[in-house]
């Protein structure tokens, strides 16, 4: 089995900063992407950001130039720097991966974190 465990939530002020970490552990041969997305109350899950194992990146665009999502593939560890949070960024992030596990070939496997709450309130 994998598991992803996500940390680093928490309570901040608007244009303050948070780093959340996702570590992916378990029968790993590989993981291709690795991301981040947010669910607030009331709404869908978005996409936030991801990060692909060669180290190309997206992002939502109402956190460009704002959040970096960077990885650690010898730690199987993705990380989201989050700087000038807004009120708006309230929401459970939650940690994705798509994995390929020993003795399984080329399938993939999805994975989530358990979630991890960020607020941004003065």
């Known amino acids: 089995q994998v598991q992803l465990v996500e940390s680093g939530g928490g309570l901040v002020q608007p244009g303050g900063s948070l780093r959340l970490s996702c570590a992916a552990s378990?029968?790993?041969?590989?993981?291709?992407?690795m991301g981040w997305y947010r669910q607030a109350p009331g709404k869908q899950r978005e996409l936030v950001a991801v990060?692909?194992?060669?180290?190309?990146?997206n992002y939502t665009d109402s956190v460009k130039g704002r959040f970096t999502i960077s990885r650690d593939n010898a730690k199987n560890t993705v990380y989201l720097q989050m700087n000038s949070l807004k009120p708006e960024d309230t929401a459970v992030y939650y940690c994705?991966?798509?994995?390929?596990?020993?003795?399984?070939?080329?399938?993939?496997?999805?994975?989530w974190g358990q979630g991890t709450q960020v607020t941004v309130s003065s």
């Open positions: 990060i692909i194992s060669g180290g190309s990146t």
């Open positions: 994705n991966a798509d994995v390929k596990k020993m003795g399984w070939g080329s399938k993939v496997f999805h994975y």
């Open positions: 378990g029968s790993i041969f590989s993981i291709n992407a």
